[in-house]
């Protein structure tokens, strides 16, 4: 059985460019989850959507990111504009109605320069 | 507010050599835990969970772990660790019940593994 589904895999990009990561989650689940991994702070739930609509936005750090579900098959995270500081492996996960367990994607390893 | 606390960033241990990875938490009621693992420029892959009842869970890839509700703990264990096992490995503890989407993880433990 497929995965979550991420993509790309690695960004390396400029400051001030935008950035778009894609997300497919597992067939069948609901709910979906964005997170960002870095050293100092960890793995941090950034938004959570269930049944496409966003439910937990409280994670997302500025304006500078938005996230859309617009089906239930598809999500995105974009930056806009992008600055060093949002260097980071982006995480997708995505599961049943918001229970546990959540299943991970492979990450998006972003670098802006 | 909860927290997981993984007090060991780094451990090495032999191939063959058995494992245990601390994990404590805080938090207000029994929470949901689970230990995952992450391999170089991979996903989190889940290890193992605790819900609820028998304290001493199963996971896959031979690992297991033990709630201790007096102690906060959840630690994980293996008895005999193999080279493929060398990754950094991921406490998490959410809130119980339906729909309890929150994961609270801790920082971490990387586990470097000696042929």
């Keep these: 059985d497929a995965g979550v589904i991420q993509s790309p895999r690695h960004e390396v990009t400029e400051m001030g460019q935008e950035v778009t990561l894609r997300c497919k989650p597992i067939s069948g689940h609901n709910s979906l989850f964005w997170y960002r991994q870095t050293m100092m702070r960890g793995l941090e739930l950034l938004i959570y959507f269930n049944n496409n609509v966003p439910i937990d936005d409280s994670g997302m750090p500025e304006d500078r990111f938005s996230a859309k579900m617009p089906n239930a098959s598809f999500s995105t995270l974009k930056i806009q504009p992008s600055e060093p500081r949002d260097s980071a492996v982006y995480f997708c996960a995505s599961n049943t109605d918001g229970g546990q367990p959540q299943h991970f994607g492979d990450g998006t390893r972003l670098s802006i320069l | ?115």
């Design chain 2, 1 to 115: 507010a909860q927290s997981v606390t993984q007090p060991d960033i780094h451990i090495t241990v032999s191939e063959g050599a058995s494992l245990e990875l601390r994990c404590n938490y805080s938090y207000g009621a029994t929470p949901y835990l689970f230990w995952y693992v992450q391999s170089p420029g991979q996903g989190l892959q889940l290890l193992l969970k605790y819900f609820s009842g028998d304290t001493l869970v199963q996971g896959i890839k031979g690992f297991e772990a033990e709630f201790k509700r007096s102690q906060s703990s959840f630690n994980l264990r293996k008895p005999s660790v193999h080279w493929s096992d060398a990754a950094e490995y991921f406490c998490a503890v959410g809130p119980s019940g339906a729909g309890s989407y929150q994961l609270t993880f801790g920082k971490g433990t990387k586990l470097s593994v000696i042929p």
